[in-house]
């Protein structure tokens, strides 16, 4: 297998848009487009509080797939409403917990690999809960998953089957019901030696990266993309996005300072980084509409990213 590099010309150009428009004639209802409608709603998951964002029920597209956010290091959960709406958009339930424990002595908001299972067994029986707002209307047999920066390590590290300190404290398999995943500002390189170790992954892995992150940077970046041993995996770069540019506002209170700044309009780095991700984890559940978009065109369409697949 050979890596997909997006922008190869004309002829290329005119041939994928032909897949994509026979692919959205086929594709099912919720693949067509981006749902109008969110509704979101407050929970907990495993005693984290948590917020839940989903397309308006009552429609016959559902039961949605699940998609757990695994939040930065010291980002709030509230940080993410917009990215998360707009992954909801594209039909997912998205929960984003608050995961606070103690690293090194230093108490704080720090995601683990362990949420996974936590949010199936929530999914499972929120889902047979008549007095939520989701009842019947989650698939909790299809978990994905979502993550940014020191969550999006922690799910890196959960998609390889190990339990690498700080992003994993306690060995915690990925439940079975795990299909894909997609993270943001995420590398896998060792910042005292400067190398980057094979990921050995056991589901498809994007990774959507800031092309002017000054936190987890774009070289690191590329060279985690390149180490992911088993494709599908996907590598887009943000053209103007820095660190924070999934997140409602730059440099959120709490979180570690971004001095690298951002160029691109922050709602629209929101925006493109969300369809990104939700694109790709359609593709992985077999969603034509989205391979059309990750696999082919996608880049062509969006001038603010580039994009590089192995499938």
Not at 171 to 189: I, S
Request: a neutral charge.
């Amino acid at each position: 297998m050979t890596p997909r590099l997006h922008r190869r010309g004309l002829l290329r150009v005119v041939a994928a848009a032909a897949v994509a428009t026979i692919a959205v004639a086929a594709a099912p209802a919720p693949a067509q487009a981006a749902y109008s409608t969110v509704s979101s709603y407050t929970t907990s998951v495993n005693g984290d509080a948590a917020d839940v964002y989903h397309p308006v029920t009552g429609s016959a597209h559902s039961p949605w797939p699940v998609a757990l956010l695994l939040q930065g290091a010291n980002v709030d959960k509230s940080a993410y409403r917009g990215f998360a709406a707009k992954v909801a958009s594209y039909g997912f339930t998205v929960v984003v917990p608050n995961h606070f424990q103690v690293l090194f002595g230093q108490p704080g908001l720090y995601a683990t690999g362990a949420q996974a299972g936590w949010t199936v067994a929530w999914a499972q029986a929120e889902n047979a809960n008549t007095a939520s707002p989701l009842y019947g209307a989650i698939d909790p047999q299809t978990l994905v998953l979502l993550g940014h920066s020191f969550g999006g390590a922690a799910g890196l590290n959960l998609t390889t089957g190990l339990c690498t300190p700080p992003f994993c404290t306690v060995p915690a398999p990925a439940p079975p019901q795990l299909k894909a995943a997609a993270f943001y500002g995420t590398n896998g390189t060792v910042p005292q030696t400067g190398q980057t170790p094979p990921v050995a992954n056991t589901v498809p892995v994007a990774l959507v990266q800031g092309s002017l992150d000054g936190i987890g940077s774009p070289v690191n970046g590329y060279a985690t993309y390149q180490a992911v041993t088993t494709p599908p995996k996907l590598y887009v770069s943000l053209l103007g996005a820095n660190h924070y540019g999934i997140t409602d506002t730059q440099n959120p209170a709490g979180a570690r300072p971004e001095t690298s700044a951002q160029t691109l309009d922050q709602a629209l780095s929101v925006e493109t980084a969300a369809r990104w991700s939700a694109l790709w984890l359609r593709a992985q559940l077999g969603d034509p509409v989205g391979q059309a978009w990750v696999y082919s065109v996608g880049d062509f369409f969006d001038a603010n990213a580039t994009a590089e697949s192995v499938h």
